[in-house]
């Protein structure tokens, strides 16, 4: 799982709040990094936080995305504490 954010975001403190409550890993990608805000645009195609990838699935924004980020979450080969797969960078996301 890959959260692409900043410490500046509140809407993003509460995904990693929300994520860490949890026990889900995840790997945060800082976009104060021009190259992580490229690589962002670049696979998605947007600027804005947070975006969370979890398997192949992509969702822009947490509050409005709770829901499906909970379900997303909750499938059967995913427990507290284990880390999903990241999407490689150059795979097509099916979100």
């Given at each position: 799982?890959?959260?692409?954010?900043?410490?500046?975001?509140?809407?993003?403190?509460?995904?990693?709040?929300?994520?860490?409550?949890?026990?889900?890993?995840y790997?945060?990608?800082?976009?104060?990094?021009?190259?992580?805000?490229?690589e962002?645009f670049?696979?998605?195609?947007?600027?804005?936080?947070?975006?969370?990838?979890?398997?192949?699935?992509?969702?822009?924004?947490?509050?409005?995305?709770?829901?499906?980020?909970?379900r997303a979450?909750?499938?059967?080969?995913?427990?507290?504490?284990?880390?999903?797969?990241?999407?490689?960078?150059?795979?097509?996301?099916?979100?």
């Amino acid at each position: 799982m890959t959260v692409y954010s900043s410490p500046d975001s509140a809407e993003g403190r509460a995904l990693i709040q929300f994520l860490e409550a949890r026990g889900i890993s995840y790997r945060e990608r800082d976009v104060r990094s021009p190259a992580v805000r490229h690589e962002l645009f670049r696979r998605f195609g947007v600027l804005v936080i947070p975006v969370v990838v979890v398997g192949k699935q992509a969702f822009f924004g947490f509050f409005e995305n709770r829901a499906a980020i909970e379900r997303a979450l909750t499938t059967p080969d995913l427990t507290p504490g284990q880390r999903p797969e990241a999407v490689d960078p150059g795979e097509e996301l099916l979100a």
